[in-house]
């Protein structure tokens, strides 16, 4: 086999425009497997970056959510990492980060989504091979974690929620779980927020609430499990939307209350929407930079937690493909993709996410 030439969408600093670089991928090298993109999603974190909200060390190529085609798989390379047979046309499952195994995070906390060395692979040379997604052709380097999509999963229903669905995973998991009998909110009704939704709904919560905008992602919210939506941009104010929540909870609030809603003001509000002894989830403030006024009275008083979780592990994509085969028939997870845009319209695709026009965006190769 020989290089294969591909278009990959590259942001050489904050608030440049994104440029579409050519450049070469060699044949696979032992370990390594050649991907040819099916769909590449664009998320949230995608555009803090392009503001430069996260610094980046230098140009780098977008995307950390993917699944591609193997075209080449290198010596010796014949599983994928959950021991699954592969072969040359199967469909794939990643994210570009490479946990290391081997610092503190991974070996002593016993926690690889929090890695000290797995943004390197991310955050790689622009020019070289790479994993990342915004890339019609994708190298994944020895030891980068990936899964096969069984034959009866459906791509869409995957990416929809492609980092969403493996974060609101390890958050669950970090949460401890959801019993019956419990009102769960949801602050925030983009991909991530969804997700939670959905787990929550599966998960048998007594009534799931959720708090966003705009009425499309409310709709899809419905879809995806909600029990009552309340739409910031119609109940416009914090004391409104608490009154809502305790009408619905007997006065008391919820038991568990999520934040994906990626603003800070959401972790003030939310703190007065648990339920005494609840548990408060916060999953969407990862690159909201800054302080926020909170009552820290509230967490004391009311016998809180506040759980934080970051990232994801790689079993956590694991799931979130067991979660699609599982559930995509009964739940319209695929509905969420909502835009599609090549990799040479990658800047209109962030734009369009950042204007929040769309509920998932996806890359597919031209
Ligand atoms: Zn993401
Ligand atoms: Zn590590």
């Not at 029990?227 to 929540?245: G, P, Y």
């Not at 989830?281 to 909170?294: H, R």
């Amino acid at each position: 086999m020989g290089n294969r030439i591909g278009k990959r969408a590259v942001l050489t600093g904050a608030n440049q425009p994104i440029e579409i670089w050519e450049r070469e991928s060699p044949p696979a090298g032992p370990g390594e497997a050649v991907l040819k993109l099916e769909f590449g999603g664009v998320c949230g974190t995608d555009v803090h970056f392009w503001h430069g909200e996260v610094p980046l060390p230098g140009p780098v190529v977008l995307g950390h959510e993917g699944i591609g085609i193997i075209e080449e798989l290198g010596e010796g390379l014949t599983t994928d990492s959950a021991g699954t047979p592969i072969t040359i046309g199967d469909r794939v499952y990643w994210q570009p980060v490479t946990p290391c195994y081997s610092c503190y995070s991974c070996t002593i906390l016993n926690d690889v989504s929090m890695c000290e060395n797995a943004f390197a692979s991310l955050f790689g040379d622009a020019n070289a091979p790479t994993p990342a997604t915004y890339s019609e052709i994708i190298t994944l380097g020895a030891g980068l974690p990936f899964y096969k999509l069984p034959d009866d999963t459906s791509s869409e229903a995957v990416i929809a929620f492609g980092c969403a669905m493996p974060t609101m995973l390890q958050g669950m998991e970090r949460l401890g779980g959801i019993q019956a009998g419990q009102t769960v909110v949801v602050q925030g009704s983009g991909p991530v927020g969804l997700a939670a939704t959905m787990l929550a709904h599966l998960a048998g919560a007594h009534q799931v609430i959720m708090i966003g905008a705009p009425e499309r992602r409310l709709e899809m919210a419905r879809q995806l499990g909600a029990d009552h939506t309340i739409d910031i941009t119609q109940v416009t104010s914090v004391a409104e939307r608490t009154e809502r929540v305790r009408e619905l909870t007997n006065g008391r609030g919820a038991e568990v209350v999520i934040e994906a809603a990626g603003v800070l003001e959401a972790f003030s509000e939310g703190l007065q929407l648990v339920a005494p002894a609840g548990r408060y989830l916060i999953v969407g403030l990862w690159s909201a930079q800054g302080t926020v006024a909170v009552e820290p009275r509230l967490i004391n008083n009311g016998n809180l937690q506040i759980i934080g979780t970051a990232l994801a592990a790689p079993r956590h994509l694991y799931q979130a493909i067991q979660v699609a085969q599982k559930h995509q028939n009964q739940l319209p997870m695929a509905e969420a993709i909502t835009h599609r845009f090549t990799i040479e319209q990658s800047q209109q695709a962030l734009e369009a996410v950042a204007a929040q026009e769309t509920v998932k965006a996806v890359l597919v190769p031209a």
